[in-house]
């Protein structure tokens, strides 16, 4: 998020888009029923499925799953032709004054680039047009030391402040979504052309100074394979109408895990570093050339690109917290050590690889890979080709399980596995972040159960047990592994204090607890394992673990509880919630405003005294120094504008052009012969989704939550069960080509036929996911109900977020 | 009242007593200081955490009893919301509010376990065998499937020998520590339960 959840109380308007916060996040969610009460505010609902959620929003929109970017883009069109942005703020904070390369085009669509054979895009022509000679007159950046090798000094974009060259963003984009018409998108999404219009101008008056929209939503907009093109739209409208940066504003995806946003951060994640710091790519031989080729490069004389400035430091002083010692600037601080990924090694790969044994072995640590899908079939198979498996876990998952589930037989799986019970989160201290960045310290209540051990004691003593091995038998490139820093009190058991302080960072000459990033150098002087958590454990203690409950703004922020990335700042963009002058946008209702001298308010997203009439740009983690409406090259795979396709699956054409599906979503081996080229067999769109009553599919373990919701059913339309003969409340049988599912069928008004394309009637399933055969009332049963049974093995163009939602399927009465 | 603690509210209260609770309060609040000693989480400890599940970050307050003399384990009699969270002000979903159950659970696996190939129970094992197997896997694999040069003669220092995944209920300290001993050791394939 780039707000959070008590902030739903300050807006004035909600668009709740592929989300079911009443149900899957109730107690955030209140604050926008708070904001209801207090202010009036308005709660706009889309989705396939009327929800709890729906039940208390003023207007309810259903959608057919899988065209939010068709929404999205009408109501950019609508907003831009109907002049409800925010003029000022557009002007101030985006890009939309930027120049575009000439060669940069979109026709049929096809972005400027498209590899047919390898479905890739070269992005060289997604730029923008550099005036000429500045890469002379430019200034080197400030503040890189030694070690780290020369920057690129950088070459300025051209501008037009009056937004009326026609190769502008503005003008371009304008352009792009001049065809994401009512009608159209009407057709597509399947949303009465009166409803939709009616929504694109109650979201649209947001776009005054004075009013606050926020856009929340979740998994029902990233489980596509176009999934962050939909998040980008989100973004584009937000920031047309200035509602980025402010109380009540915002992009905000709620998440569903606990600690999801943290493990994101500290980057179990195949393509970052803890801190977003990119992984480096084979070729990037020297720390020098990951720099100067991965960091974003100031693009605008008033950019203050403090990211792209800083991220030698970053990563030096995060070199230093891995490899201590040996991390100097002679051998460029370890720097070679960091492994260079051949390719995506996403999870969906990573599966792949092993089901083409191309892989020994996993160790799942949490993870659930047969449930999670998707194409839960196909996952099964990938751990049958492994030579082993580890499970950390506190229960049993549908993975640990996976040899022996109904219809496996054990004898002909040659996985050996482990199951190493591991203490669960009430059993040891340590913090979680929230969906708001909230980072929230948590004290042990209970010890271990039987001779379950933490994470972090199986981890701690596997690396012991290497490096004696590595000492005694020598191996693969043992360097890095003999070097890793390791000052834990006890080797075999790291304590989470120690680490939260690694974490946070200190100077290594003083010994003292760094309070901010800015302090970190490329010198080899800091070491700070997350600069984004710099300043959560400072020589004043652990500040994730502060209760003040003051709020002085009145705003909500209340910087006196726990502790949010970064430096305790509550709303990222802060600085955009002003004007040219500093002052608050809507007075009634401040981020951040400069009173002569300073920033005040939130936390500023930006130099503290550096006053406006300096100019500097509000954006300071971009190269640009404002937000960009177009995403110029090397930042997604599939395209500078969010542009619709259709799923892998779907019952129609693509109605705004000739490329039916996302071009640049990559095909695993296999993968597309299990898909359905069209609705002839699989007529009917299937979405998944998760209920009140339980979390994904851990809660199948707690007895009063299985009591609560027992049993698997599928949602379906009175009209479709009335043809097929289904009775609620009877046995339905759902189909993919992938597999099938079969539960009670609850034939509701929830979900409605829609009409699309030019009449054409589609109905929607519903398939909620927690059922499995490792626990509740779906243990040792042979019928099969996991709803990954039925998902598609594809993922997200830029990052393999599996298409979990509008996939085709038939049903029929079981 | 919104800058006052909930502890403060009730030291307020139950130690405040006469003059000090009717000045504050407004009522004699040592009868219900009295309602107070009977609650059954009267003498437990008091410990906070936050909920596993969503990402809200419900704070929760966990009610102990027992555990400070020797040879006694505590035992958790209550888990409720922490009423001054600015986040959920004491409030519990469904799911929040049944943790008691999962944290104290019997289908929890008491001690390692071992599947052999072709397999059909698991079996006991040691701590100590099950790090000795894990770890000649893990050390077996990397070692097989270390590049160190690619075939363009890039420096890449990866092994794609084996892929650790982790879950998203793992404590961020728990989550650096687990990037920082995989990238470590080479491993490219190391993902979370994210994009699910």
Same mark, same amino acid.
């Given at each position: 998020?780039?707000?959070?959840?008590?902030?739903?109380?300050?807006?004035?308007?909600?668009?709740?888009?592929?989300?079911?916060?009443?149900?899957?996040?109730?107690?955030?969610?209140?604050?926008?029923?708070?904001?209801?009460?207090?202010?009036?505010?308005?709660?706009?609902?889309?989705?396939?499925?009327?929800?709890?959620?729906?039940?208390?929003?003023?207007?309810?929109?259903?959608?057919?799953?899988?065209?939010?970017?068709?929404?999205?883009?009408?109501?950019?069109?609508?907003?831009?032709?109907?002049?409800?942005?925010?003029?000022?703020?557009?002007?101030?904070? /985006?890009?939309?004054?930027?120049?575009?390369?000439?060669?940069?085009?979109?026709?049929?669509?096809?972005?400027?680039?498209?590899?047919?054979?390898?479905?890739?895009?070269?992005?060289?022509?997604?730029?923008?047009?550099?005036?000429?000679?500045? %890469?002379?007159?430019?200034?080197?950046?400030?503040?890189?030391?030694?070690?780290?090798?020369?920057?690129?000094?950088?070459?300025?974009?051209?501008?037009?402040?009056?937004?009326?060259?026609?190769?502008?963003?503005?003008?371009?984009?304008?352009?792009?979504?001049?065809?994401?018409?009512?009608?159209?998108?009407?057709?597509?999404?399947?949303?009465?052309?009166?409803?939709?219009?009616?929504?694109?101008?109650?979201?649209?008056?947001?776009?005054?100074?004075?009013?606050?929209?926020?856009?929340?939503?979740?998994?029902?907009?990233?489980?596509?394979?176009?999934?962050?093109?939909?998040?980008?739209?989100?973004?584009?409208?937000?920031?047309?109408?200035?509602?980025?940066?402010?109380?009540?504003?915002?992009?905000?995806?709620?998440?569903?895990?606990?600690?999801?946003?943290?493990?994101?951060?500290?980057?179990?994640?195949?393509?970052?570093?803890?801190?977003?710091?990119?992984?480096?790519?084979?070729?990037?031989?020297?720390?020098?050339?990951?720099?100067?080729?991965?960091?974003?490069?100031?693009?605008?004389?008033?950019?203050?690109?403090?990211?792209?400035?800083?991220?030698?430091?970053?990563?030096?002083?995060?070199?230093?917290?891995?490899?201590?010692?040996?991390?100097?600037?002679?051998?460029?601080?370890?720097?070679?050590?960091?492994?260079?990924?051949?390719?995506?090694?996403?999870?969906?790969?990573?599966?792949?690889?092993?089901?083409?044994?191309?892989?020994?072995?996993?160790?799942?640590?949490?993870?659930?890979?047969?449930?999670?899908?998707?194409?839960?079939?196909?996952?099964?198979?990938?751990?049958?080709?492994?030579?082993?498996?580890?499970?950390?876990?506190?229960?049993?998952?549908?993975?640990?399980?996976?040899?022996?589930?109904?219809?496996?037989?054990?004898?002909?799986?040659?996985?050996?596995?482990?199951?190493?019970?591991?203490?669960?989160?009430?059993?040891?201290?340590?913090?979680?972040?929230?969906?708001?960045?909230?980072?929230?310290?948590?004290?042990?209540?209970?010890?271990?159960?039987?001779?379950?051990?933490?994470?972090?004691?199986?981890?701690?003593?596997?690396?012991?047990?290497?490096?004696?091995?590595?000492?005694?038998?020598?191996?693969?490139?043992?360097?890095?592994?003999?070097?890793?820093?390791?000052?834990?009190?006890?080797?075999?058991?790291?304590?989470?204090?120690?680490?939260?302080?690694?974490?946070?960072?200190?100077?290594?000459?003083?010994?003292?607890?760094?309070?901010?990033?800015?302090?970190?150098?490329?010198?080899?002087?800091?070491?700070?394992?997350?600069?984004?958590?710099?300043?959560?454990?400072?020589?004043?203690?652990?500040?994730?673990?502060?209760?003040?409950?003051?709020?002085?703004?009145?705003?909500?922020?209340?910087?006196?509880?726990?502790?949010?990335?970064?430096?305790?700042?509550?709303?990222?963009?802060?600085?955009?919630?002003?004007?040219?002058?500093?002052?608050?946008?809507?007075?009634?209702?401040?981020?951040?405003?400069?009173?002569?001298?300073?920033?005040?308010?939130?936390?500023?997203?930006?130099?503290?005294?550096?006053?406006?009439?300096?100019?500097?740009?509000?954006?300071?983690?971009?190269?640009?120094?404002?937000?960009?409406?177009?995403?110029?090259?090397?930042?997604?795979?599939?395209?500078?504008?969010?542009?619709?396709?259709?799923?892998?699956?779907?019952?129609?054409?693509?109605?705004?052009?000739?490329?039916?599906?996302?071009?640049?979503?990559?095909?695993?081996?296999?993968?597309?012969?299990?898909?359905?080229?069209?609705?002839?067999?699989?007529?009917?769109?299937?979405?998944?989704?998760?209920? /009140?009553?339980?979390?994904?599919?851990?809660?199948?373990?707690?007895?009063?939550?299985?009591?609560?919701?027992?049993?698997?059913?599928?949602?379906?339309?009175?009209?479709?069960?009335?043809?097929?003969?289904?009775?609620?409340?009877?046995?339905?049988?759902?189909?993919?080509?992938?597999?099938?599912?079969?539960?009670?069928?609850?034939?509701?008004?929830?979900?409605?036929?829609?009409?699309?394309?030019?009449?054409?009637?589609?109905?929607?399933?519903?398939?909620?996911?927690?059922?499995?055969?490792?626990?509740?009332?779906?243990?040792?049963? %042979?019928?099969?109900?996991?709803?990954?049974?039925? /998902?598609?093995?594809?993922?997200?163009?830029?990052?393999?977020?599996?298409?979990?939602?509008?996939?085709?399927?038939?049903?029929?009465?079981? | 009242?919104?800058?006052?603690?909930?502890?403060?509210?009730?030291?307020?209260?139950?130690?405040?007593?006469?003059?000090?609770?009717?000045?504050?309060?407004?009522?004699?609040?040592?009868?219900?200081?009295?309602?107070?000693?009977?609650?059954?989480?009267?003498?437990?400890?008091?410990?906070?955490?936050?909920?596993?599940?969503?990402?809200?970050?419900?704070?929760?307050?966990?009610?102990?009893?027992?555990?400070?003399?020797?040879?006694?384990?505590?035992?958790?009699?209550?888990?409720?919301?922490?009423?001054?969270?600015?986040?959920?002000?004491?409030?519990?979903?469904?799911?929040?509010?049944?943790?008691?159950?999962?944290?104290?659970?019997?289908?929890?696996?008491?001690?390692?376990?071992?599947?052999?190939?072709?397999?059909?129970?698991?079996?006991?094992?040691?701590?100590?065998?099950?790090?000795?197997?894990?770890?000649?896997?893990?050390?077996?694999?990397?070692?097989?499937?270390?590049?160190?040069?690619?075939?363009?003669?890039?420096?890449?220092?990866?092994?794609?020998?084996?892929?650790?995944?982790?879950?998203?209920?793992?404590?961020?300290?728990?989550?650096?520590?687990?990037?920082?001993?995989?990238?470590?050791?080479?491993?490219?394939?190391?993902?979370?339960?994210?994009?699910?």
């Amino acid at each position: 998020m780039t707000n959070h959840w008590r902030d739903f109380k300050n807006s004035d308007v909600i668009l709740v888009i592929g989300a079911n916060p009443a149900e899957n996040h109730p107690c955030g969610w209140k604050w926008a029923h708070v904001g209801r009460d207090e202010r009036g505010t308005r709660i706009i609902h889309v989705d396939p499925r009327f929800t709890r959620t729906s039940a208390i929003a003023d207007v309810f929109v259903p959608i057919r799953a899988g065209t939010d970017t068709a929404f999205f883009g009408g109501l950019i069109n609508y907003v831009l032709e109907n002049e409800l942005y925010q003029q000022d703020y557009v002007r101030l904070h /985006t890009n939309a004054s930027f120049i575009v390369a000439k060669d940069f085009s979109f026709e049929d669509g096809l972005f400027s680039g498209y590899d047919e054979a390898e479905r890739t895009y070269d992005t060289t022509t997604w730029d923008y047009e550099r005036e000429t000679g500045s %890469a002379e007159e430019a200034s080197p950046q400030p503040g890189l030391g030694q070690g780290v090798g020369p920057i690129a000094t950088p070459s300025f974009a051209r501008v037009d402040p009056t937004l009326q060259d026609p190769r502008c963003v503005f003008q371009l984009m304008r352009e792009h979504y001049s065809r994401y018409t009512p009608e159209v998108v009407s057709q597509i999404t399947g949303i009465p052309e009166d409803k939709f219009v009616a929504v694109a101008e109650e979201f649209g008056a947001t776009g005054t100074a004075d009013k606050a929209g926020s856009v929340v939503y979740a998994v029902g907009l990233t489980h596509h394979t176009s999934g962050v093109q939909i998040i980008r739209g989100i973004g584009l409208l937000q920031m047309l109408l200035g509602n980025v940066g402010i109380p009540g504003g915002g992009v905000n995806a709620e998440r569903g895990h606990a600690n999801i946003q943290g493990n994101t951060d500290n980057a179990i994640s195949w393509e970052i570093l803890p801190g977003y710091l990119g992984i480096p790519r084979p070729g990037m031989e020297t720390m020098a050339d990951y720099l100067d080729e991965v960091p974003a490069k100031q693009l605008r004389p008033n950019s203050i690109n403090f990211f792209g400035t800083n991220y030698g430091k970053f990563l030096v002083s995060q070199l230093k917290a891995f490899f201590g010692e040996a991390a100097t600037a002679d051998n460029d601080f370890a720097y070679s050590w960091i492994p260079k990924p051949e390719k995506n090694s996403s999870w969906l790969t990573v599966h792949d690889e092993a089901r083409a044994g191309r892989l020994d072995g996993i160790i799942y640590g949490g993870f659930t890979g047969v449930t999670v899908g998707p194409d839960s079939t196909r996952m099964a198979e990938s751990l049958a080709n492994l030579k082993w498996l580890v499970i950390m876990d506190p229960l049993p998952t549908s993975a640990s399980e996976f040899w022996h589930a109904p219809g496996t037989d054990p004898e002909e799986i040659q996985t050996e596995a482990l199951f190493l019970p591991a203490t669960h989160w009430i059993e040891k201290s340590g913090s979680f972040t929230n969906s708001g960045r909230w980072a929230q310290w948590k004290h042990q209540v209970l010890p271990a159960t039987g001779e379950a051990r933490d994470d972090n004691r199986i981890l701690g003593e596997l690396y012991q047990r290497l490096r004696d091995l590595y000492e005694e038998e020598g191996g693969a490139f043992p360097d890095p592994v003999l070097n890793l820093h390791w000052p834990y009190a006890d080797p075999n058991n790291p304590g989470l204090e120690e680490l939260a302080q690694e974490v946070n960072g200190s100077n290594l000459d003083s010994g003292e607890q760094l309070a901010t990033f800015v302090d970190l150098a490329d010198d080899g002087t800091t070491a700070s394992g997350n600069w984004i958590y710099c300043g959560s454990w400072t020589e004043d203690g652990n500040q994730m673990d502060r209760r003040g409950v003051t709020d002085p703004t009145g705003i909500g922020y209340f910087h006196d509880w726990t502790w949010s990335w970064p430096l305790n700042r509550r709303i990222l963009y802060n600085r955009a919630s002003a004007d040219a002058d500093g002052q608050p946008w809507d007075p009634t209702r401040p981020g951040i405003q400069w009173n002569g001298s300073a920033w005040v308010g939130d936390i500023p997203d930006f130099p503290a005294t550096s006053a406006p009439d300096e100019g500097q740009g509000a954006f300071i983690m971009t190269g640009e120094g404002v937000a960009r409406l177009f995403a110029p090259k090397n930042l997604t795979t599939d395209g500078p504008f969010p542009e619709h396709y259709e799923q892998t699956e779907t019952p129609l054409d693509n109605l705004l052009s000739g490329t039916r599906r996302n071009p640049a979503a990559f095909l695993y081996e296999d993968a597309p012969a299990s898909f359905a080229e069209d609705d002839a067999e699989f007529p009917y769109v299937a979405t998944t989704y998760r209920v /009140t009553e339980h979390e994904h599919y851990v809660t199948q373990n707690v007895p009063y939550l299985v009591e609560a919701m027992p049993d698997f059913f599928v949602e379906l339309p009175v009209e479709l069960a009335d043809e097929k003969g289904i009775d609620n409340g009877g046995r339905v049988r759902v189909r993919s080509k992938r597999g099938e599912v079969e539960g009670v069928a609850l034939v509701t008004k929830r979900m409605r036929p829609l009409r699309v394309g030019d009449g054409k009637v589609v109905y929607q399933v519903g398939i909620p996911v927690h059922w499995h055969y490792a626990g509740g009332k779906g243990e040792g049963e %042979a019928a099969p109900m996991m709803a990954n049974l039925l /998902t598609p093995y594809i993922g997200d163009a830029n990052v393999r977020t599996p298409e979990y939602k509008g996939f085709l399927v038939n049903v029929e009465r079981a | 009242m919104e800058n006052i603690s909930r502890r403060q509210f009730l030291q307020g209260a139950v130690g405040g007593g006469g003059a000090f609770g009717l000045a504050t309060f407004g009522f004699d609040a040592s009868a219900a200081a009295q309602e107070v000693r009977e609650l059954k989480i009267q003498n437990a400890t008091e410990t906070r955490t936050v909920c596993p599940y969503c990402a809200v970050g419900c704070s929760m307050i966990g009610y102990t009893i027992g555990g400070q003399a020797s040879n006694t384990e505590p035992v958790l009699v209550h888990i409720e919301g922490d009423p001054d969270s600015p986040i959920n002000g004491g409030t519990l979903c469904p799911k929040g509010a049944s943790t008691l159950q999962l944290a104290v659970n019997q289908r929890r696996p008491e001690h390692p376990m071992y599947r052999a190939p072709g397999g059909t129970e698991w079996e006991r094992i040691s701590w100590d065998d099950a790090m000795e197997r894990m770890t000649r896997w893990v050390k077996d694999a990397r070692d097989d499937h270390f590049i160190e040069r690619d075939d363009e003669g890039n420096t890449v220092n990866r092994q794609t020998g084996f892929s650790f995944l982790g879950g998203a209920t793992i404590s961020n300290e728990e989550g650096y520590f687990t990037a920082k001993l995989m990238r470590g050791l080479g491993t490219v394939y190391l993902e979370q339960q994210a994009r699910v």
